[in-house]
């Protein structure tokens, strides 16, 4: 150590230190300008953290840097990288004589990244990337790629000196023989992308050019990182650049079986459609409206919102047709019920009642008030089910038994928002069940339901049932096999008869 310290304070020898260590931490000929493939069970990288660590932890370690800022940082991030793969093999065979010591190897190279963060003058940077927890994410493969991301968003938000740099490294990075160099490139290239000076300092038509070639690559982790940035770049302004080569690799995505791909093509396709005119490019999108539908009860609540707004987009886009307005008839009422859960959860409240409003004018409901889907004028949720199932239901009655069919879905969810919402949704139906709409035996299946939710352990999912049943009392009680009704309802039944008789007479 004491030598490293010589060597660092040495004016002459200093300047000379960092470009093979540099080589060595990547595992690479000091003497060759090449990149070559790595030797698995190579000591150099291990060694080169290790040098490196207590190097740029001395006072001296700004002047040893100088301008390899942007080499050292995407290289030790690497090195994590290398380190956290290595670990999970390491860990299944411990006894095995070749393997490194590991968990040393990446907490090296972890305490390495921070040193050369702070050594740079990074402070403030460093301390808001220790209080959001981003260096613990460094050391776990499932939360790697988010700390990486929160590093490269944070390191550059205030000052922007090493920005340029770091990216001209990124892309090089690209063409790298070795896929974790690759990936890790990929990974800078597409975040760096955050940052709105970017477009300004490089010709945004080429950044988009990468993004579509990489778009395509059967990598998935590149697939994902390439649409991020995508969806970064679309983020700020856009003059020239030609965005329509990009639409259909990216709807494309948007079907891909793989999650996270479908994910973030969903959620980049809202961006796209601020730039391209949806009337124009919409119709490209039309087969994508039915997927959507699959993602409104998705326990994420980004992919359920994003595909939600996405789906009242494209249907915009989709109404300056007839002819589509008649093949996706089927799948908007599809989504009505769905739409009218949502509006029971916070996260996706506002974008449903937009959507809705989307999908009447989409039918042409042209007697639907303008205001109804105004939910902020509501007193509370059963206020807003009362008045909009009102409207909705004189359209769609006809689709009543696939209606209750989907909310009888939702009184078996994990959320209690959602079975609250279902019971009072039921309530709401029953006065339009009638007889040759829905049959006996879909009353009583409904009415099972409901009877079963009376008992769930939450108040507010209780009464809602309760409620539920009073209705269905008061609209189908005559249709409901008297067997059915514990003896403790049938004082409710008797009184809701009463009332259903009292109002016909009326």
């Known amino acids: 150590m004491e030598l490293w310290k010589a060597l660092a304070s040495d004016p002459y020898s200093n300047t000379k230190l960092m470009r093979p260590l540099l080589k060595r931490l990547q595992d690479e000929d000091p003497l060759s300008e090449n990149c070559n493939r790595r030797n698995s069970k190579s000591l150099m990288p291990l060694a080169a953290t290790n040098a490196l660590c207590w ?100 390191l550059f938000s205030f000052s922007k000196i090493h920005l340029k740099m770091t990216f001209k490294q990124a892309n090089g990075y690209l063409r790298h023989p070795e896929i974790k160099e690759r990936t890790v490139g990929m990974a800078f290239f597409t975040e760096l992308l955050f940052h709105g000076e970017i477009g300004l300092l490089f010709v945004k038509q080429d950044i988009l050019d990468v993004l579509r070639e990489w778009m395509m690559q059967p990598c998935p982790l590149m697939q994902v990182f390439s649409i991020r940035g995508l969806g970064h770049l679309l983020q700020h302004p856009l003059e020239d650049e030609s965005l329509e080569a990009l639409l259909p690799p990216l709807m494309s995505c948007a079907f891909d079986p793989d999650r996270n791909i479908a994910k973030e093509s969903i959620k980049t396709l809202q961006y796209m459609f601020r730039h391209l005119a949806v009337e124009e490019y919409g119709s490209m999108g039309i087969s994508l409206i039915p997927h959507l539908l699959k993602y409104f009860n998705d326990e994420d609540n980004n992919l359920r919102g994003d595909s939600i707004g996405l789906f009242g987009t494209l ?26 859960i949502q509006l029971a959860d916070p996260s996706t409240r506002e974008i449903s009642k937009d959507v809705l409003a989307t999908c009447t004018s989409f039918m042409k409901w042209a007697d639907v008030p303008a205001a109804l889907f105004a939910i902020e004028n509501y007193a509370n949720l059963s206020s807003i089910y009362s008045n909009i199932c009102k409207y909705l239901l004189r359209k769609s009655r006809h689709k009543l038994p696939e209606m209750l069919a989907q909310t009888l879905q939702y009184m078996k969810s994990k959320s209690t928002s959602y079975r609250e919402a279902a019971a009072m949704l039921i309530g709401n139906y029953a006065p339009h069940m009638t007889a040759d709409i829905v049959s006996a035996k879909d009353v009583e299946e409904v009415y099972l339901a409901v009877r079963e939710l009376q008992g769930d352990c939450e108040a507010t999912v209780s009464n809602a049932a309760i409620g539920a049943i009073t209705q269905l009392f008061q609209y189908c009680g005559n249709r409901i096999n008297r067997h059915l009704i514990p003896h403790q309802l049938m004082p409710v039944l008797k009184s809701s008869l009463e009332k259903e008789n009292a109002e016909e007479r009326k």
């Open 315 to 340: 249907l915009k886009g989709a109404a300056v047709s007839d002819s589509n307005r008649h093949s996706l008839k089927e799948d908007v009422l599809q989504s009505q019920v769905p739409l009218l």
């Open 55 to 154: 190097i740029l932890s001395l006072p001296e370690a700004s002047e040893v840097v100088q301008g390899k800022f942007p080499h050292l940082l995407l290289a030790l991030v690497t090195q994590i990288y290398y380190a956290l793969g290595s670990h999970r093999r390491g860990s299944k065979r411990s006894n095995n004589s070749d393997s490194l010591e590991l968990p040393g190897a990446l907490s090296s190279a972890v305490q390495a990244l921070k040193n050369l963060i702070t050594c740079m003058g990074y402070i403030r940077e460093y301390n808001i990337l220790g209080m959001q927890g981003s260096w613990e994410k460094l050391h776990q493969p499932d939360t790697y790629f988010e700390g990486v991301f929160e590093i490269i968003r944070i």
